[in-house]
């Protein structure tokens, strides 16, 4: 504390001097409290102040140990109160203190300035506090045990009165344990142990009572037991018969089931080979139908080509025979596919919108020829009450009349063809149409005409070498008809003529999308710049056949044999499209696609790729286009799907001429 003395007193003269006072706060302050506080704080209490650097204002009661002050560190360390003190706080808290030792704190903020405050903490050892409470502690189980001790001697003493007759009484009930029920417990010892000895008297008066009277019931029960001993021996003798002889019937009955097992397993056994039959049957369809419209592809596309040439009369003959008969194998080959599908319940049908006038006008139109050579009238009847616009899969409707009109035109050697529909009824929005083929031809015998419906059968075998057939095509009509919710009818008599009647039940469509027909002399024509396609063939005629018909169209093909030579190609030259046969030998074109993919994926290019297969069944076209192949064409193809099928998959505005 600085102060000026000045003369007089007088603020306005000069100081005369300063003076300068100094005192020690941190010992004011604890020598002033520990004088307050000496009778409580013992021999370990002690005060302790710090600054808010975290440094002791004065030097602790109790030496650190190594003798040395506590320090800042010390403070951060070992003194937790303190902290809590510096940083405003104010409570109590146990824990140890710089001298690691538990002690009892309670500690409190001193703002001295608004620059400086201190932390103040009062602790004393728990040792030294809880002291008198461990001294308490000790007294109390003195007194305790003690009580304890006097309170089991007056017990035992207790008991020993109480159980001297209770002793007396377990002998009695012993002597009585040991089959002397004449003994009895002495009553004359007073109070409750003597009513409890005369209950128990009265107990044994009555259970000697009760022992005589049960003996006398035992032996009477003996008897009855003997008696009914005897009987029971001549029911068991009865029983064992009666076990006997279900036992023999067991070993029957086993017998039965052992034979049904055998029968079971037989028939698993069947069911096994009929499954694997079946699976053989559809393998053997299959790769049937790849290694067929394989080389059934280059002889259709090659008459197709060929048609478009120069030619005389003659050839135009041998052409038309190769044309007829590549349609009939691929018919047959149709069929027999047809069949396997509807076995395994996997042939599926489209609903979309058809002209019925239309679809029986394009089906008459398809066999004029045959119908006009025969020298045949042919004719269709609908009256107008029929409606025209229906929903239902006009593809399989034309397989089935085309069927029925071809063995009409077939077994009819003179005379007419009449082809009629009437509306049997309406239902709400649906109609149920009956559609008959009537001809004037051979007629089938009363005794055949259900054996017609059955596969690979025919009226007689004399129909076969005369007209030729599989005996499938009736089969798949009615198995059609009955897939769509309908029936086939026969009328016929031998020598008169036939009339198969197709009943369907079809709903009514508001509008009719009429087909799509493109001009087979203009489909080569491409309106555009000519493409580089890449072909993938192993089979030599069709690629002649592919060869010649994207010539005519103007297009530029390079042609490789394995899915191998096309990926060095693809690496080597820049093409538009590929044309990719599945099955070839080195490596398939399925493979072959999925290395390209893998290239395109690195390289963000995209080149369309349109499977070329003779795989047609069904599930084919989406497995191929699932696997990547931006087009699907099944061998054997027309000339004209092929450029329509480049139309779709380049996405061009480009249209056929």
Known sequence: IILPIRPDGNPDNAPLLLLDLEADLQQFFTSRLESHLDSLLGKTGEVLLADNEKTFLARPKHPMPDNRMPVSADIKKRSQAMLLALNGSEGTTAGNDYRDIPVLAAYRHIQLTPEVSWGMVVKQDQQEIFAPLQR???????????GICLTLVFALLLASRLTKPLRTMVATASTIQEGDLTARADDTCGGEVATLARAFNSMLNKLQDWHAELDFRVRQRTEQLVATNQDLQTEIGERTKAEEALHEKTLLLEE???????????????????ESANRAKSEFLANMSHEIRTPMNGIIGMSQLLAYSELDEEQKEFLAAITTSSNNLLNLINDILDLSKIEAEKLDLTLDSFSLRNCLTELLTTQKTVIFNKGLTCSINIPASVPDALLGDQLRIKQILLNLLGNAIKFTAQGSITISVSAVEHRGSSVLLDIAVQDTGIGIPEAAQELVFESFTQADGSTTRQFGGTGLGLTICRRLAELMGGSIRLESREGVGSTFCLRLPLPLASVCKDAERQNDETVLSWNGPPLKILLAEDNLVNIRYIESLMK?????????????????????????????????????????????????????????????????????????????????????????????EIYRVLGTNQSLA
């Open 256 to 274: 039965e089931i052992s034979e049904r097992q055998k029968v079971q397993e037989a028939l698993e056994l069947a069911k096994r080979t009929a």
């Open 552 to 644: 005519k169209a103007g297009h530029r093909l390079v042609t490789v044999h394995n899915g191998k030579e096309a990926l060095d190609r693809l690496k080597s030259d820049r093409f538009d499209l590929v044309l990719m046969d599945i099955q070839m030998p080195v490596m398939n074109g399925d493979t072959a696609l999925q290395l390209i993919r893998e290239r395109e994926a690195e390289s963000g290019a995209h080149l369309p790729v349109i499977a070329l297969t003779a795989y047609a069944l069904k599930g084919d076209k989406e497995k191929y286009l699932q696997m990547g192949f931006d087009g699907y064409l099944p061998k054997p193809f027309e000339i004209k799907t092929l450029p329509a």
């Open 136 to 146: 308490q502690k000790k007294v109390y189980w003195g007194i305790s045990l003690l």
